[in-house]
C-alpha cells in the first residue's frame, strides 16, 4: 500500500479542536500523509515529508471522511408509493415496515447484498467511509440471522433490529416474540452482530418490552442502541440512558427531563448516550424536525446519519443531512459537520474514525469547495472530489455499481 501525502490543502478540518482552530480544529497551509491505513504525520505543507504517491487537493477543503452510525440497506422491494401517497397528504402510521418485510424476505441473498452494495457505493461518493446498518427487515430467527450475515461482508457496524416491529403473525401475541428476539432469534444473530436496538415506540415496543430484549442482548456482549421518541414524547431516551446505551436515535419530541437525562449522562469521562440525529425521515415524512440547538445548548452529546431506509429516509447522502441540519435543526455548519463525523464515531464507540489525527484511520474526504460551510451553502450540489479510506484513494465509480472491497 505504501504511503500517500494529500498536498495543497486549502482548509484540513481535523475534527479534533487540539489539533488546530475552532470546534473543527481547522489548519490552513497544512498536508497530511498517510502511511498504510493510518494518518502517520499532519503539519505545515513545506516540512512534509517525502511519501510514495501523492494526491494534489487542489486548495479544495479536507475533512475526516463522514460516519453514518444509522442506516437499514438491506431490504427488498420499494416503497416509492408510499412516498408519493404520503406527499399527497396521507399520514405516515409505521405500517409500510410490514411491506418491506413481506419484501425481504421473499428476496434472495444475492438480490439484497446487491442492493445494499448499490447503496455502500451511493454513500462512499458522497464521503461516508464508515457505516452502520442494522437488520429488521427480516423478523424471524433465519431472516434476520442472514441480513446480519450480509450486513457483515459490507461493514463492521452491524446491529441486530430484530425488534423493528412486531411481525404480523405474531400480531395476537406480542410477548411471545418478545420472547423469541430476546432469546432463539437473539441467539442466532449475535455471533453475526456487534450491536442491538430495539424501535420503542408507539405501535412497536414499549420500555419493559424494550429493556428485556436489550437487557439479554448485552448478556450476550452487544453493545446498546435505541430508536426513541421518534412518533412522540415516551420512555425511549430515558430508557437508552438508563441502560447506558451508546445513542438514542431519533430524538424528535423530547420533555425536558429526557433533555436533561441525555446532557447528564455526560462526564468528563464518557461521552454519555450520544442524541443520534435524523433529519431525513422528517423530510421525506413532513414530520417535525428535532430540536438539535436544545440538545447542544444543555450540553448533550449529538451525532447526525441518514437513516437510509426505503420507507422513510431513502438517502444515503451525509451532505444532504448537514444541509437539513444546518437550514432546519439551528445547527452552524461547525456543528453539523462535528456531529456527521466525529459525533457519528462516537455513536459507534470508535476512537479510530471521525478525525483526522496521528494514529486514526486515513479515512478523508476532500472537497471540491474551499470550505466545509458549501456542504450546506450548495445543497443538492456534488461537493466530494475524492475519497480516501484507509489510506486508498477509492475508485471514480459510478453511483448504483458495486465496488470490489466493502469490509469496512
Request: aromatic share 6%; net charge negative.
Given at each position: 500500500?505504501?504511503?500517500?501525502?494529500?498536498?495543497?490543502?486549502?482548509?484540513?478540518?481535523?475534527a479534533d479542536p487540539s489539533q488546530g482552530d475552532g470546534p473543527l480544529g481547522t489548519l490552513t497551509g497544512a498536508a497530511l500523509v498517510a502511511d498504510g491505513e493510518t494518518v502517520a504525520w499532519i503539519g505545515p505543507r513545506a516540512a512534509a515529508p517525502a511519501a510514495d504517491r501523492r494526491l494534489d487537493a487542489g486548495r479544495g477543503c479536507v475533512l475526516p471522511g463522514?460516519?453514518?452510525?444509522?442506516?437499514?440497506?438491506?431490504?427488498?422491494?420499494?416503497?416509492?408509493?408510499?412516498?408519493?401517497?404520503?406527499?399527497?397528504?396521507?399520514?405516515?402510521?409505521?405500517?409500510?415496515?410490514?411491506?418491506?418485510?413481506?419484501?425481504?424476505?421473499?428476496?434472495?441473498?444475492?438480490?439484497?447484498?446487491?442492493?445494499?452494495?448499490?447503496?455502500?457505493?451511493?454513500?462512499?461518493?458522497?464521503?461516508?467511509?464508515?457505516?452502520?446498518?442494522?437488520?429488521?427487515?427480516?423478523?424471524?430467527?433465519?431472516?434476520?440471522?442472514?441480513?446480519?450475515?450480509?450486513?457483515?461482508?459490507?461493514?463492521?457496524?452491524?446491529?441486530?433490529?430484530?425488534?423493528?416491529?412486531?411481525?404480523?403473525?405474531?400480531?395476537?401475541?406480542?410477548?411471545?416474540?418478545?420472547?423469541?428476539?430476546?432469546?432463539?432469534?437473539?441467539?442466532?444473530?449475535?455471533?453475526?452482530?456487534?450491536?442491538?436496538?430495539?424501535?420503542?415506540?408507539?405501535?412497536?415496543?414499549?420500555?419493559?418490552?424494550?429493556?428485556?430484549?436489550?437487557?439479554?442482548?448485552?448478556?450476550?456482549?452487544?453493545g446498546l442502541r435505541l430508536h426513541a421518541n421518534q412518533l412522540g414524547r415516551g420512555p425511549g431516551v430515558r430508557l437508552a440512558v438508563e441502560l447506558g446505551a451508546a445513542s438514542a436515535d431519533h430524538c424528535t419530541y423530547l420533555s425536558s427531563d429526557d433533555v436533561a437525562a441525555l446532557a447528564d449522562s455526560v462526564s468528563r469521562d464518557s461521552p454519555g448516550t450520544?442524541?443520534?440525529?435524523?433529519?431525513?425521515?422528517?423530510?421525506?415524512?413532513?414530520?417535525?424536525?428535532?430540536?438539535?440547538?436544545?440538545?447542544?445548548?444543555?450540553?448533550?452529546?449529538?451525532?447526525?446519519?441518514?437513516?437510509?431506509?426505503?420507507?422513510?429516509?431513502?438517502?444515503?447522502?451525509?451532505?444532504?443531512?448537514?444541509?437539513?441540519?444546518?437550514?432546519?435543526?439551528?445547527?452552524?455548519?461547525?456543528?453539523?459537520?462535528?456531529?456527521?463525523?466525529?459525533?457519528?464515531?462516537?455513536?459507534?464507540?470508535?476512537?479510530?474514525?471521525?478525525?483526522?489525527?496521528?494514529?486514526?484511520?486515513?479515512?478523508?474526504?476532500?472537497?471540491?469547495?474551499?470550505?466545509?460551510?458549501?456542504?450546506?451553502?450548495?445543497?443538492?450540489?456534488?461537493?466530494?472530489?475524492?475519497?480516501?479510506?484507509?489510506?486508498?484513494?477509492?475508485?471514480?465509480?459510478?453511483?448504483?455499481?458495486?465496488?470490489?472491497?466493502?469490509?469496512?
Open positions: 500500500m505504501g504511503s500517500l501525502l494529500v498536498d495543497n490543502i486549502g482548509l484540513l478540518v481535523t463522514f460516519v453514518d452510525s444509522h442506516s437499514h440497506l438491506i431490504f427488498g422491494g420499494d416503497r416509492s408509493a408510499e412516498f408519493a401517497a404520503r406527499m399527497a397528504g396521507q399520514a405516515y402510521t409505521a405500517g409500510g415496515i410490514r411491506t418491506t418485510v413481506a419484501a425481504t424476505r421473499a428476496a434472495s441473498d444475492e438480490t439484497l447484498a446487491a442492493r445494499a452494495r448499490s447503496l455502500v457505493t451511493e454513500a462512499l461518493t458522497q464521503g461516508t467511509t464508515t457505516i452502520e446498518i442494522k437488520s429488521g427487515y427480516g423478523l424471524s430467527v433465519p431472516d434476520e440471522a442472514r441480513c446480519l450475515h450480509l450486513a457483515g461482508s459490507l461493514t463492521r457496524e452491524t446491529t441486530y433490529l430484530g425488534a423493528h416491529i412486531v411481525p404480523p403473525e405474531y400480531a395476537d401475541r406480542p410477548d411471545d416474540y418478545v420472547a423469541l428476539a430476546a432469546g432463539e432469534m437473539l441467539d442466532a444473530c449475535a455471533p453475526y452482530a456487534r450491536w442491538a436496538d430495539v424501535f420503542c415506540e408507539r405501535g412497536a415496543f414499549d420500555a419493559d418490552q424494550a429493556r428485556t430484549i436489550l437487557t439479554a442482548a448485552r448478556d450476550k456482549g452487544l450520544v442524541a443520534t440525529l435524523l433529519p431525513g425521515a422528517e423530510f421525506s415524512t413532513r414530520s417535525t424536525y428535532p430540536d438539535a440547538r436544545r440538545l447542544l445548548d444543555a450540553g448533550a452529546t449529538v451525532a447526525l446519519a441518514t437513516d437510509c431506509n426505503p420507507g422513510t429516509s431513502f438517502t444515503s447522502s451525509m451532505p444532504f443531512v448537514i444541509a437539513l441540519a444546518v437550514r432546519e435543526m439551528r445547527m452552524t455548519c461547525e456543528e453539523a459537520v462535528l456531529a456527521a463525523t466525529a459525533g457519528g464515531a462516537t455513536a459507534l464507540r470508535r476512537e479510530d474514525i471521525g478525525r483526522l489525527t496521528v494514529g486514526a484511520r486515513a479515512d478523508l474526504t476532500v472537497l471540491a469547495a474551499p470550505s466545509y460551510v458549501h456542504l450546506a451553502y450548495r445543497p443538492g450540489v456534488p461537493m466530494v472530489r475524492e475519497v480516501i479510506r484507509g489510506g486508498e484513494q477509492t475508485p471514480s465509480a459510478t453511483v448504483g455499481t458495486p465496488i470490489a472491497d466493502h469490509s469496512w
